[in-house]
């Protein structure tokens, strides 16, 4: 069965600063998709990034990025230039062809004025 | 507005009663994906709908049940409520049944509270 951990339970930088959130997932899988979805306060999910196995370049949107290592399976998001905004838990995914995602337990990320 | 409508937003019942969850999806979305997010937990995946057929179940208490309509609008059916059964219900939609790169769209849940 697939899992997906992140280790961080919560973490709290200063705005402006540059922060790192971990994931790690077990497949035995080829193919398949991670995503990075925000939750803030608000309840609602909002896909934030998401990247195919198969490509090697790293998705980017905006200030967000992934390091992709998929020999590691490790999936880890980086949001640079911190914004009072991105305060929200964020969950790691993973999804294969049963079309099913998997998310992790989260990590709840403070940013600080 | 995600396009991915969910009613009631907040619900607040007995122990033991029955309660209905609807969710609409986005338009010309055929499947419609189920999350239960107990208290600053994951989301445990329930069930999962496709035009009409369910496709795939999660750790889903036979207690509980689900089915989409053919208007592809989907309810969520909680029986013999427990207060255990507090939590966040997400319903979620996505355009096809195997597209891979699709990522869900997510309603904004409705919050039930078993007292």
């Known amino acids: 069965a697939q899992t997906v951990t992140q280790s961080q339970p919560e973490m709290s930088v200063q705005e402006a600063e540059t922060v790192t959130l971990s994931c790690t997932y077990d497949?035995?899988?080829?193919?398949?998709?991670l995503f990075w979805y925000k939750q803030p306060p608000s309840r609602q999910m909002i896909l934030v990034i998401r990247?195919?196995?198969?490509?090697?370049q790293n998705a980017t949107e905006n200030r967000f990025s992934v390091n992709f290592q998929k020999a590691a399976k490790s999936f880890s998001l980086k949001i640079s230039d911190s914004q009072l905004g991105d305060t929200a838990m964020y969950f790691c995914?993973?999804?294969?062809?049963?079309?099913?995602?998997?998310f992790g337990k989260g990590t709840r990320l403070h940013i600080l004025p | 507005d995600s396009g991915v409508t969910q009613t009631p937003k907040h619900l607040i019942t007995a122990t033991g009663q029955r309660v209905t969850l609807r969710c609409s999806p986005r338009s010309g979305d055929l499947s419609v994906y189920w999350y239960q997010q107990s208290l600053d937990q994951g989301l445990q995946f329930l069930i999962q709908y496709y035009n009409g057929e369910e496709r795939a179940k999660g750790n889903i208490l036979e207690r509980f049940s689900a089915q989409q309509f053919p208007d592809l609008h989907s309810e969520l059916n909680l029986s013999s409520l427990e207060l255990g059964d507090s939590a966040l219900y997400f319903c979620a939609s996505s355009p096809q049944g195997t597209s891979l790169g699709y990522g869900y769209t997510f309603g904004s849940g409705t919050r039930l509270t078993v007292v």
């Open positions: 990247q195919e196995a198969y490509k090697q």
């Open positions: 995914a993973f999804k294969n062809r049963d079309d099913k995602i998997i």
């Open positions: 497949t035995s899988e080829s193919n398949y998709y």
